[in-house]
């Protein structure tokens, strides 16, 4: 059974774009639509100790939909 079957897309970190656990569809819509992305807790740890400056830049600089790119590439590879 896929996700898609059973209400969940995959929770990608918009950082290390990596797909770290699942989320169910109508949160991760409404994530989408109020322009939101997740960050997994290993990046949230560089952005507190390391590199804020950093990833706070790219982060400002990823076009509105980056996030919702990173989801549709993940949704797309898991077939």
Do not use: R
Not at 10 to 30: D, F, M, R, S
Not at 51 to 68: H, T
Request: net charge negative; with cysteine; hydrophobic share 35%.
């Amino acid at each position: 059974m896929s996700g898609k079957q059973i209400g969940v897309s995959p929770l990608v970190c918009v950082v290390c774009e990596q797909p770290v656990g699942v989320i169910n569809t109508p949160a991760l819509e409404e994530m989408l639509n109020y322009g939101e992305a997740y960050i997994c807790t290993a990046c949230a740890g560089l952005i507190d100790d390391e590199d804020k400056g950093g990833i706070e830049s790219f982060l400002e600089g990823c076009p509105p939909d980056y996030y919702a790119y990173l989801v549709q590439q993940a949704i797309t590879a898991q077939g």
